[in-house]
């Protein structure tokens, strides 16, 4: 397994504790999430029909912006374990450092993987990948540069898994051009990550070749029942947009008293350098507060927002230490 985020097992491991007792920042969910709704029995025990994934797909047209066709898949991370089997094998260039698993999967399936550090360098690559705002240091790029790729590049992929809170940087309306794949995950950003929902958007070929391998039930009929309704609830995504804009800048505040430099981040994480990454995340286990730190960068720390006002408060206090 690569490492990720969201690894409480090991905070357990190693700091003791129940999993109720753990605040875990170390992923980019929404700790806010999305308030359950009902779920008809039915949508437990039936197959879900083919009419009732439509009504997703159309709830994640509108949500998202776009008239491409677009797939339901189990999760972002589903999407990218089919990414090599959409061409014959070839180049691949990732935008780099990013999420770890696109190098991984595609080097598993036998692909030339590089990653690069410039968008100027995915030109000529079969499957250039952008992660859009980056994950882990928030990086954004602009929508015409993005665009200006597509010419130079067999397929490009972008990652909008963090894109929700700021919709102006999505390239989804754009989706239906060849040779463009947008992935989006729906559990970060609605805070329900354990319903195992995204979703592909991109050119009519790409999603029929996506749809067919995902199969007839790509998704459950709980997760379309919750999903349709989240997506289609733009109040709820209005106000939470602007209540992490506003947490964010309270966190950034948070650790600037503790000397901590911001790195970057998105509206659902924060990546600080904080010099000895291995000792604060230590301080902060021993509160029983779980973070995320990198192999190859010793220095960072990132932490996702905390939920509550009792989450705060255990924050500043672990801090204050």
């Not at 308030?35 to 039936?46: F, I, K, Y």
């Not at 030109?123 to 597509?150: C, K, M, T, W």
């Not at 901590?260 to 600080?272: A, H, I």
Request: charged share 20%; with cysteine.
């Amino acid at each position: 397994m690569r490492e990720h985020g969201g690894n409480l097992d090991v905070a357990r491991q190693r700091f003791g504790g129940a999993a109720e007792d753990w605040i875990d920042l170390s992923t980019g969910i929404n700790r806010v999430p999305y308030p359950l709704v009902d779920v008809e029995p039915r949508q437990w025990s039936a197959l879900p029909s083919r009419s009732e994934i439509e009504t997703l797909h159309a709830a994640a047209r509108q949500a998202y912006g776009t008239e491409a066709p677009i797939v339901a898949i189990g999760g972002a991370q589903a999407a990218i374990q089919l990414l090599p089997r959409l061409a014959p094998r070839g180049r691949a260039r990732i935008l780099a450092p990013t999420y770890n698993e696109y190098a991984g999967v595609l080097s598993a399936a036998g692909w030339d993987v590089s990653e690069v550090p410039d968008l100027s360098a995915l030109a000529g690559a079969d499957i250039a990948v952008v992660v859009n705002p980056n994950n882990p240091d928030g990086q954004r790029h602009d929508r015409s540069e993005l665009l200006a790729l597509l010419p130079r590049v067999g397929r490009l992929v972008i990652d909008e898994s963090f894109a929700d809170a700021v919709p102006g940087i999505s390239l989804a309306s754009e989706a239906g051009q060849p040779g463009l794949l947008i992935l989006r995950s729906f559990g970060k950003f609605y805070g329900l990550a354990g319903l195992r929902l995204g979703f592909a958007a991109g050119g009519e070929a790409d999603i029929t070749v996506l749809a067919a391998m995902v199969g007839p039930w790509p998704v459950s009929g709980a997760a379309i029942a919750i999903g349709r309704r989240a997506l289609l609830d733009q109040d709820w995504a209005k106000a939470t947009a602007a209540r992490l804009a506003e947490d964010c800048v309270r966190l950034d505040t948070e650790a600037s008293v503790q000397g901590w430099t911001l790195v970057g981040g998105t509206p659902l994480f924060r990546l600080y350098d904080v010099g000895d990454a291995l000792a604060a995340q230590e301080k902060l286990a021993r509160a029983q507060i779980w973070s995320r730190v990198f192999q190859q960068m010793p220095g960072w720390l990132r932490l996702g927002l905390p939920g509550s006002e009792t989450e705060w408060s255990r924050l500043s206090a672990a801090l204050a230490v």
